[in-house]
């Protein structure tokens, strides 16, 4: 196993829903900013959700607040995504970087894509309308 495995993507309906999995080696769990990332094509990669394992603290994008769901388990961290719409349509990336202080307020201000050192390989999303 690599250090972070997504899986859970799909095709859905506008309106469906579809949960993203990614599973964390002990090595890459405890202590470390994780976060889901999304890349459309022609478009930059964005943050989606974060979570900090060591407190649960979160952070959403306004576009999927109300909407999507990060959570953690046992070294897995899921994304559950409802109400998807065709926007939401991208490959998914779990990425996670150590965290040494201030890791709550770290969640919500490690934002850019190349401040996270660990990636999976990615997962695609197909929302159709």
């Known amino acids: 196993?690599?250090?972070?495995?997504?899986s859970g993507g799909g095709s859905v309906q506008a309106g469906g829903s579809l949960r993203l999995d990614c599973a964390a080696s002990r090595y890459t769990y405890s202590r470390y900013l994780m976060a889901w990332?999304?890349?459309?094509?022609?478009?930059e990669r964005e943050r989606v959700a974060s979570i900090y394992t060591g407190s649960d603290a979160k952070w959403y994008a306004d576009s999927v607040k109300g909407r999507f769901t990060i959570s953690q388990?046992?070294?897995?961290?899921?994304l559950q995504m409802n109400s998807l719409?065709?926007?939401?349509?991208?490959t998914y990336y779990c990425a996670a970087?150590?965290?040494?202080?201030?890791c709550d307020g770290?969640?919500?201000?490690?934002?850019?894509?190349?401040?996270?050192?660990?990636?999976?390989?990615g997962t695609q999303v197909t929302v159709s309308s």
């Not at 990332?37 to 478009?43: H, I, S, V």
């Not at 719409?85 to 991208?90: F, L, R, V, Y």
């Not at 970087?97 to 201030?102: D, F, G, T, W």
């Open 97 to 102: 970087v150590y965290c040494h202080s201030a």
């Open 73 to 78: 388990d046992r070294r897995m961290i899921y």
């Open 85 to 90: 719409k065709p926007d939401d349509t991208a």
């Open 106 to 121: 770290q969640v919500w201000t490690t934002s850019a894509a190349d401040e996270y050192n660990i990636w999976g390989q």
């Open 37 to 43: 990332f999304r890349q459309a094509p022609g478009k």
């Open 1 to 6: 196993q690599g250090p972070l495995e997504e």
